[in-house]
């Protein structure tokens, strides 16, 4: 079994910057098969930051340049920093870990953390 508890959410205004973290426990083999997601309210939810194969951080277009993804080790989790925020930044984030396994992957998701920007 895997847990993810993610912290650092809240509101904050247009501009402003905020730091997610994701707290892991369990079965993780590789923080690289760990990244973010996002619903904003009404929305599917949606890819916001990982890691490609080669291990380099990949993100959403929409977050490209404001966004970066790290990896926690003392953790076992990954960090978000968010800068230059912006009101469709709006959303619940969630830290999701993929177990991959020959007999079949196991997605585990933490129970997600609130993101307003409002002015």
């Known amino acids: 079994q895997v847990q993810l508890v993610e912290s650092g959410g809240g509101l904050v205004q247009p501009g402003e910057s905020l730091r997610l973290s994701c707290a892991g426990s369990?079965?993780?083999?590789?923080?690289?098969?760990m990244d973010w997601y996002r619903q904003p309210p009404g929305k599917q939810r949606e890819y916001v930051a990982g890691f490609t194969t080669q291990n380099t951080a990949k993100y959403a277009d929409s977050v490209t340049g404001r966004f970066t993804i790290a990896k926690d080790h003392a953790r076992t989790g990954l960090t978000l920093q968010m800068n230059s925020l912006k009101a469709e930044d709006t959303a619940v984030y969630y830290c999701?870990?993929?177990?991959?396994?020959?007999?079949?992957?196991?997605?585990?998701w933490g129970q997600g953390i609130q993101v307003t920007v409002s002015s």
């Open positions: 369990g079965s993780i083999v590789s923080l690289s098969n």
């Open positions: 999701h870990y993929r177990r991959y396994a020959l007999d079949g992957n196991i997605d585990y």
